[in-house]
């Protein structure tokens, strides 16, 4: 196997892309034949007209497609989809609205909630409302409770996402304060029949949390997030209507349900890392799914993955003993990143000298403490920091090399789904006069992936019209003699 490329590394990714492309994913999961809506088998009368609302990143595909399968059917929608997501103005019976620049809640997103609010709150009993949700649709669907601003809700936000606050974290702050997410839309629905099709872009897809839960009961206790600003030091800062809104007690019941609410998971990051497997293995090499569960500080995962690399190489050209090793690695970090039992039985148990190149494939979204000015996103970070760590650990026998992007083709706010790594890339951007370690002080990967090789290490993909999470893809195949 020869040394692996940036093309090959691009295509393995683009293929798990294209496996949760929305109108491929609606098309097996929904159909209408005679009057009847069949979502994932289950069978919905289509004797009144349909409506429809949506957010997220793969919403505007989503809505194309649920279009034309529901025809006539579809009496009105209104959709709030990323600024620069539209791809056509043809004629459509919903209305788009374009927001959340750089994934940020803004004026555009905060109109359409309220024009997804009007819609919703015209419903008959007897009508049938569609929502497609998928990552990104909490930034679309900002609309504070009274009196609390959309600037104040963003500040808190931005501030506790800068502080390293996870997506369930964020979600619970995020929940308390807004009208439609918590079970805010569901509520406003009831009794009105809803169908929710949901692309998952958290991590074991919790209902709840994608895109804050605007179709399930929140179930988070008040205390949550107020735990939750306490943690990250804010809560002394927010503004006292904030901190009133939640001290409210409006937790749902843990035995309360939505039964005019039926929510399906159409597609996730497992679809996503089962594609690329498969073509991993169809270009020749022996391939794993070790996780799509990854999470935590960019940093430690970058530790984990280059001693990972390290210990595969050795396996590759040294003798048995080195398997147990690598088993007690594994073992070490095995909960750390969310490695599954039958993952660690088959690559543990695997006969790595008998192989030409090992891929292998993780999914999940960890996080970035910001402490430097520069620009950025957990991706690249992950890929130069990785770069940064395998260069410390001389790894000579093998060639190494690295991808880390976001399926949803935006990393922070730049124009890059991510960027590649490899244990040559330190001494490389060195002979440009380029110091990584440096860069990556700065929270400034871009920068640095701007100037190394004249941007070529960057991914770029633009928006790909879906989201479920990252994919994390490691190569590592024996130098040719």
């Keep these: 196997m020869s040394n692996p490329t940036t093309e090959t590394l691009t295509s393995i990714f683009l293929k798990s892309v294209s496996s949760v492309n929305p109108k491929h ?19 919905y009368n289509l004797t009144r007209p349909c409506y429809l609302v949506g957010m997220g990143k793969a919403a505007f595909d989503m809505a194309r497609e649920i279009e034309e399968i529901l025809g006539d059917n579809l009496r009105e929608g209104v959709v709030n989809v990323p600024f620069g997501a539209m791809k056509s103005d043809k004629s459509s019976r919903i209305r788009f609205v374009e927001g959340a620049h750089n994934n940020l809640p803004d004026e555009n997103a905060e109109r ?74 569901a509520k406003l629905a009831y009794p009105t029949p809803v169908v929710s099709l949901i692309i998952s872009d958290i991590i074991d897809d919790p209902i709840s949390s994608i895109a804050s839960g605007p179709t399930t009961p929140n179930l988070d206790e008040s205390h949550v997030a107020i735990e939750v600003l306490k943690k990250y030091s804010l809560y002394d800062e927010l503004p006292v209507h904030a901190v009133r809104i939640l001290q409210e007690t409006d937790t749902c019941n843990p035995t309360e349900t939505f039964p005019h609410v039926r929510n399906y998971i ?45 210990q595969v190489a050795s396996l590759i050209i040294s003798n048995k003993g080195e398997c147990e090793n690598f088993k007690l690695f594994l073992e070490t970090f095995k909960s750390e990143l969310g490695i599954s039992e039958f993952a660690f039985n088959e690559i543990t148990n695997f006969n790595f000298k008998s192989c030409s190149g090992i891929c292998l494939i993780f999914g999940g979204e960890p996080t970035v403490t910001v402490k430097g000015k520069g620009k950025g996103g957990r991706n690249q970070q992950l890929a130069l920091s990785f770069s940064i760590e395998i260069n410390k650990l001389n790894v000579d026998s093998a060639n ?54 004249h941007g070529k290490y960057l991914v770029r993909t633009g928006h790909t019209g879906t989201n479920v999470m990252d994919i994390h893809i490691l190569i590592v195949s024996p130098k040719a003699e």
């Design 266 to 310: 159409i597609g996730n990051n497992q679809i996503a890392a089962n594609a690329a497997l498969s073509h991993a293995t169809a270009l020749g090499y022996q391939s794993f799914v070790l996780s799509t569960r990854v999470q935590g500080e960019v940093g430690r995962i970058s530790e984990i993955y280059a001693e990972l690399a390290r």
């Design 112 to 185: 359409g909630a309220r024009l997804i609010k009007g819609l919703i709150e015209k419903l008959e009993v007897d009508d049938l409302l569609l929502v497609l949700i998928s990552g990104g649709g909490s930034a679309l669907l900002p609309l504070p409770k009274h009196p609390l601003t959309l600037m104040e809700k963003l500040n808190i936000t931005e501030s506790l996402a800068k502080r390293g606050a996870n997506i369930c974290e964020l979600n619970s702050v995020r929940k308390r304060l807004s009208v439609l997410k918590g079970g805010g839309l």
């Design 400 to 453: 190494i090399s690295f991808l880390s992007c976001g399926t949803d083709g935006i990393d922070g706010p730049t124009d890059a789904a991510g960027a590649f790594g490899t244990s040559n890339l330190v001494s490389d951007a060195f002979v440009q006069n380029i110091n990584p370690t440096q860069f990556l002080a700065d929270n400034d990967s871009y920068g640095f992936y701007t100037r190394y090789r």
């Design 25 to 43: 994913l609606l098309r097996k999961s929904v159909e209408v034949q005679a009057n009847k809506l069949i979502v994932c088998k289950d069978i």
